[in-house]
């Protein structure tokens, strides 16, 4: 079951079991070995709070020549490692899309971690939805519009919960105001993990 808006967003709590999350969760640390999180900068030149890694043909960094795709890793310099198939089965079943995703976007939130509102604009085609998965303690998701100062909302994104912005939410801003830390015990050390598929040619 999921709820729904008149303008593309869709949520799907708990659409993962929670053997799924486990095996998810431990998927993307043994990957994350070979393409390792850290912490990447603002083109501002300041350090993001969240950690990142990318999965997929192409991952979303950011440095201080700004915010691009690219296919290999910049602290290690390889490519990143294939999209748990998992992932590709979610986005065949509910991303409604002409093509599969070429990118998987992987930030892991830990103690006061945040991230600011923005919008998802450095794809090719918006006509391709954003999916994104949420496991581990809960983030407090803040969805706004296309326009950086239309009215807000909070919702809450839970373990297991697995959202899809389409239509007019796919350039929607959003961002994540905090985590509630100790709210799952799944992500060894403590946190959130979220993964993020997109098509991003
Ligand atoms: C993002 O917008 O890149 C991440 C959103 C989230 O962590 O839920
Ligand atoms: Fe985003």
């Not at 969760?25 to 083109?43: G, Q």
């Not at 501002?44 to 979303?60: A, C, H, Q, R, Y």
């Not at 950086?148 to 939410?169: H, I, K, Y």
């Amino acid at each position: 079951m999921s709820l729904a808006d008149d303008h593309g967003f869709r949520l799907w709590p708990a659409r993962l079991s929670p053997d799924e999350q486990r095996s998810l969760v431990d998927e993307v640390f043994a990957l994350a070995a070979a393409a390792p999180f850290y912490r990447p900068m603002t083109p501002g030149g300041k350090p993001m709070s969240v950690e990142m890694t990318n999965f997929g043909d192409l991952g979303w960094v950011t440095d201080l020549d700004g915010y691009r795709y690219q296919s290999t890793h910049p602290v290690t310099g390889a490519a990143w490692p294939a999209m748990p198939q998992i992932l590709r089965s979610l986005w065949d079943e509910l991303a409604q899309a002409a093509a599969p995703p070429d990118a998987c976007l992987v930030n892991l939130y830990r103690g006061d971690a945040r991230m600011g509102l923005h919008q998802d604009r450095d794809e090719v085609d918006f006509a391709f939805p954003v999916l994104s998965v949420s496991l581990g303690d809960t983030a407090v998701f803040r969805l706004g519009g296309g326009k950086r100062n239309d009215p807000t909302r909070s919702l809450r994104l839970s373990s297991g919960d697995v959202m899809v912005l389409a239509g007019a939410a796919r350039l929607a801003h959003h961002g994540v105001d905090r985590i509630l830390p100790g709210s799952s015990r799944l992500v060894p050390g403590g946190g959130r993990i979220n993964l993020t598929l997109r098509r991003a040619l």
